[in-house]
């Protein structure tokens, strides 16, 4: 098959800096090029050609802007060949106009979030038109088919799951010093409200009041506005933190930051659609302590690769979850292990690559009518890959794995539990994540449902109260 996936227009591929999208892209254009001819789409840039060749990928770049602009300059690329597939990622405004130059070809639409589903990127009617155009829907976890399917009923029937991976070779364990050292927590994300940055500083607080080793943050990425991150190394210091802020750091370069780190940390306040960073410190050999939340429970195992917070506004569970790993190095190292097995069973590339082959070529065999059984992602057919398991489409959450004995069970915790903030600011940590971004994907579920009250400026005197009270 000739396949093209059409990059969103923001950032080029590939990511000069980071764009997890981006990343994905040309990861599985690579994998997908071992069997079929691919080719990718995406933004000029000063620092690349218009056209260059890598792993066997062609990559054509055209001049970006608004979309339409951006969108008027693939469909030149567009018009001078012909593709069996055409894969839009993150664009459903983009599938009417692609499908109407391609009606034989199987037309995919990408979803990573439900962020360009929603006002004021797209408005409903010009996102239902664009999904019911498409010949198929992929997502990339189960949480985010979930919500899609309740928002547009009509096209479920479309849509099916392909997690996402990670090079498992380049984010791979090293063999770490002996020597006594601080025990080092990594966060990696954008320095946005709704990572829960605030929580973590917390919980390193009040771990430092429980172990005897010495704990260090290092916290790698960027934030759109210096004050926020201004704010948060003033929370660090006012907690009396030993935290390092990186800033954001290219890509290319991120696995060397999770080498020198001991567990991952992953307080996000809001959906995760999947979740890529927990899956690369998996591959990493790092345990991960995070968010009970959207695709992050389909990525970690509780009690195998890390722990899953359900009380995740509560800075203590947070603590709590740590101080068990440091304290118990037996429990520590197992869980180092199986993230690493883990990660390499179900979360490379390869594996991602190998479902999304799979689709193609089945909705390919329907379309010319060849006796075929139809492919849906559904609990009977979405396990074991021969590269890796994909999730099932679940209808509600499953149980998750009790960890072992001597680890504290959090999922019986309620959303509610006060925080035990020393300096009585604020009543409830929700306060403290409080942001309307543009990530937000405009659902609502009940650990959600609090903090979703709350403005802008009343997160922003709450969290200067914090730091200046």
């Known amino acids: 098959m000739k396949i093209v996936i059409i990059a969103p227009e923001q950032i080029p591929v590939p990511p000069i800096l980071g764009g997890s999208v981006e990343i994905t892209i040309l990861a599985i254009a690579k994998e997908l090029s071992k069997w079929h001819s691919v080719s990718i789409i995406s933004r000029a840039h000063p620092r690349y050609p218009k056209f260059s060749v890598i792993d066997g990928v062609r990559i054509y770049r055209v001049p970006t802007g608004s979309p339409a602009k951006y969108l008027t300059h693939v469909k030149k690329i567009l018009k001078k060949r012909r593709f069996d597939v055409l894969q839009l990622d993150n664009r459903p405004e983009f599938v009417s106009s692609i499908k109407a130059m391609f009606p034989k070809a199987t037309v995919s639409l990408y979803l990573h979030s439900l962020t360009f589903v929603n006002f004021p990127q797209t408005s409903r009617a010009e996102t239902l038109a664009g999904l019911r155009k498409a010949d198929l829907i992929i997502t990339n976890s189960s949480s985010l088919e979930s919500r899609l399917s309740a928002r547009f009923p009509s096209v479920s029937k479309k849509i099916r799951v392909a997690w996402l991976g990670v090079d498992t070779s380049r984010f791979s364990p090293i063999q770490k010093t002996s020597h006594p050292r601080a025990f080092t927590l990594l966060f990696a994300g954008r320095l946005i409200p709704r990572k829960g940055v605030p929580v973590l500083l917390q919980a390193v607080k009040l771990v430092n009041k429980q172990v005897a080793q010495p704990v260090k943050v290092m916290i790698a990425g960027g934030s759109p506005t210096s004050k926020y991150a201004k704010q948060l190394q003033s929370l660090s ?4 933190v030993h935290a390092e802020f990186l800033g954001t750091i290219p890509h290319c370069h991120i696995h060397r930051i999770f080498r020198k780190a001991d567990l991952f940390i992953c307080p996000s306040q809001k959906h995760e ?29 509780h009690g195998r690769s890390g722990l899953l917070i359900k009380q995740y ?17 037996p429990l520590y190292l197992k869980m180092k292990q199986e993230a690493r097995q883990i990660a390499l069973e179900k979360f490379s590339w390869r594996a991602t690559a190998d ?3 799979h689709i ?7 379309q010319q009518d060849e006796p075929q059984n139809e492919y849906h ?5 979405c396990h074991g890959t021969e590269q890796g398991a994909q999730p099932e489409r679940m209808k509600k959450e499953p149980a998750i794995p009790q960890p072992f004995d ?4 959090w999922s019986p915790f309620d959303d509610d539990t006060q925080s035990i903030t020393s300096t009585g600011v604020f009543q409830n940590f929700t306060d403290l994540c409080t942001e309307n971004d543009d990530e937000s994907d405009g659902s609502i579920d ?3 449902a609090t903090f979703d009250f709350f403005s802008d400026i009343g997160y922003q005197r709450l969290v200067d109260a914090l730091i200046y009270g």
């Open 355 to 357: 479902r999304l082959k």
């Open 273 to 301: 659609s999947f979740g890529l960073v927990n899956v690369e410190a998996m591959s990493s050999g790092l345990p991960v302590v995070a968010s009970k939340n959207g695709g992050i429970k389909e990525v970690i195992q």
């Open 406 to 409: 001597i680890v504290r069970d």
């Open 237 to 240: 210091r006012k907690f009396g």
């Open 446 to 448: 009940s650990a959600e």
């Open 360 to 366: 193609y070529e089945s909705e390919k065999a329907m």
């Open 313 to 329: 506004k509560d800075p203590q569970a947070f603590a709590d979850a740590i101080c068990s790993l440091i304290m118990n190095k």
């Open 377 to 381: 992602c559904t609990a009977a057919d």
